[in-house]
């Protein structure tokens, strides 16, 4: 979420009147969708993926209870909260809402003061579990994707391109003499090089299945979907070329510092029988290979 951006809420109910009273109280606050049948609330969510759903029991067709057993059975959307709104009076829809997953619920009529609680009480735990799941997926010091993340996406985009038979490339990257660079300039100025790295490395992949990630110390990874090894090579050696040309001050800003990067790419149109393993390996092979005969240079073959 961008900064100054709103969350966003789904509010789902068949009454017009109802979906105003609550757009008019939580839209100062929150982006407010809506949907006024359960089968338009689940395209909803699909389309716009809400932080947070405010959804009413009693709709003709799919009601209320259908479309929270809907969304709790489907992965992508279990853990979007959301809040019953029901007009019914008696305990037993609000224990059946909460059996079926809901974490809280609001009756009718409205009270303004009581609405704007009971959402900012459950956005407050989104933002929360948001962030705790940025920090265990966000390399702190780049501010680019850890380790557990890149393992997480080159498996989703492993299994695309086996499906749709299309080839995926990955460059394992190290910066060259690193321990002699910190050693040199210190530790502080050695975090300095490794997040411009970072963003020298964002600004040559930016297509949105593409991956930049640190993967340990000094060491990065670029994971390219839908690229052939002609292609990866080309972004490789831009890249070798831009980090050789870097200049890095340092924090008195008297003196220009450089390094330079030793790049192994590997590239494969996976096959059923093929391992990811393997893939990523073969690319540390011909890392070490760039390593071996010189540094600030490319290698590569077919995984």
Not at 89 to 115: C, H
Not at 210 to 221: K, P
């Amino acid at each position: 979420m961008g900064l100054g951006e709103k969350r966003k809420i789904l509010v789902v109910d068949d009454e017009k009147s109802n979906l105003a009273v609550l757009n008019q109280i939580l839209s100062m606050e929150y982006t407010v969708l809506t949907a006024r049948s359960g089968e338009e609330a689940l395209k909803r969510v699909e389309a716009d993926s809400p932080d947070l759903i405010l959804l009413d029991i009693i709709m003709p067709g799919m009601d209320g209870f259908q479309v929270l057993v809907k969304l709790k059975g489907a992965d992508h959307t279990k853990n979007i909260p959301v809040i019953v709104i029901t007009g019914l009076s008696g305990e037993n829809n609000e224990e059946r809402g909460f059996f079926l997953g809901a974490v809280d619920y609001i009756t009718k009529p409205f009270k303004n003061a009581i609405v704007k609680a009971r959402v900012r009480t459950h956005m407050m735990i989104v933002n929360q579990m948001r962030t705790i799941e940025r920090l265990g997926l966000v390399d702190p010091l780049t501010d680019i994707s850890n380790r557990r993340s890149f393992d997480d996406r080159i498996d989703v985009e492993w299994r695309r391109c086996t499906r749709e038979n299309k080839p995926i490339s990955f460059l394992m990257m190290d910066i060259d003499k690193f321990k002699t660079y910190n050693d040199t300039y210190g530790h502080p100025q050695g975090d300095i090089l490794l997040q411009s790295m970072a963003k020298l490395f964002c600004a040559s992949a930016r297509r949105p299945a593409d991956i930049v990630a640190r993967l340990g110390g000094e060491e990065f990874g670029i994971l390219l979907p839908e690229t052939t090894l002609d292609n990866a090579l080309a972004i490789a050696e831009k890249i070798r070329q831009d980090v050789e040309s870097l200049q890095i001050p340092t924090s008195d800003g008297q003196t220009m510092t450089s390094a330079t990067i030793s790049i192994g790419v590997a590239s494969i149109i996976p096959g059923e029988t093929d391992i990811i393993r393997n893939f990523i390996e073969k690319a540390d092979e011909y890392l070490y290979a760039a390593k071996n005969s010189g540094r600030n240079r490319v290698c590569s073959g077919s995984a």
